[in-house]
T-cell receptor, first 113, second 114 residues
Framework: DGGITQSPKYLFRKEGQNVTLSCEQN?????MYWYRQDPGQGLRLIYY???????QKGDIAEGYSVSREKKESFPLTVTSAQKNPTAFYLC????????????FGPGTRLTVL | GDSVTQMEGPVTLSEEAFLTINCTYT??????LFWYVQYPGEGLQLLLK?????DKGSNKGFEATYRKETTSFHLEKGSVQVSDSAVYFC?????????????FGKGTHLIIQP
């Protein structure tokens, strides 16, 4: 089955530690995205990538970093510089840069202890 | 910039009631409009979409019509079920092209009581 996978589903981190969230897709999509979701709020865009070895900051990129070394993978690192990292993180992809429909993974819930 | 406003929740209805969740947007040009649904602890699933004025998206008994004149995309269902309980997000993709992200509303939590 084609789709987007995110791992792990739950992640706990101590303050001051960096942590990397995985996102993999086998849909052969060019574009991939990371969103953050907080209770009672919509999703906010962190980073997006149109193609391998290219990525752009979204609305709330501070304290996050990404890489896009392979078409199917777009990992997100939450650094110690992110002041309030506890949230639900969602990865998405779309077929090509002009496409409007995005498909989402199941999400990773990050909790900072 | 682009924005989406949807009705605050939670919305509580009895099974078989008629559902309307309001959504209005602000955007330049002709954005594409979406409704996504999120079940507890899960990611978002695309429910329906419309890409131009007067288009009607529909899926699983849900419908929404792209109204350019009122900049709205209200979600409706004639008879809701307990299994429809979830959070519903209205979203838009700007007409400028490119692979930037979707703009989301804050979500409406729908609770259907048996």
């Amino acid at each position: 089955d084609g789709g987007i996978t995110q791992s792990p589903k739950y992640l706990f981190r101590k303050e001051g530690q960096n942590v990397t969230l995985s996102c993999e897709q086998n849909l052969n999509h060019d574009a991939m995205y990371w969103y953050r979701q907080d209770p009672g709020q919509g999703l906010r865009l962190i980073y997006y990538s149109q193609i391998v070895n290219d990525f752009q900051k979204g609305d709330i990129a501070e304290g996050y970093s990404v890489s896009r070394e392979k078409k199917e993978s777009f990992p997100l690192t939450v650094t110690s510089a992110q002041k309030n990292p506890t949230a639900f993180y969602l990865c998405a992809s779309s077929i090509r840069v002009e496409a409007d429909t995005q498909y989402f993974g199941p999400g990773t819930r990050l909790t900072v202890l | 910039g682009d924005s989406v406003t949807q009705m605050e929740g939670p919305v509580t209805l009895s099974e078989e009631a008629f559902l309307t969740i309001n959504c209005t947007y602000t955007a330049t040009g002709y954005p594409s409009l979406f409704w996504y649904v999120q079940y507890p602890g899960e990611g978002l699933q695309l429910l329906l979409k419309a890409t131009k004025a007067d288009d009607k998206g529909s899926n699983k008994g849900f419908e929404a019509t792209y109204r350019k004149e009122t900049t709205s995309f209200h979600l409706e269902k004639g008879s809701v079920q307990v299994s429809d309980s979830a959070v519903y997000f209205c979203a838009l993709h700007g007409s400028g092209g490119g692979a930037d992200g979707l703009t989301f509303g804050k979500g409406t939590h729908l609770i259907i009581q048996p």
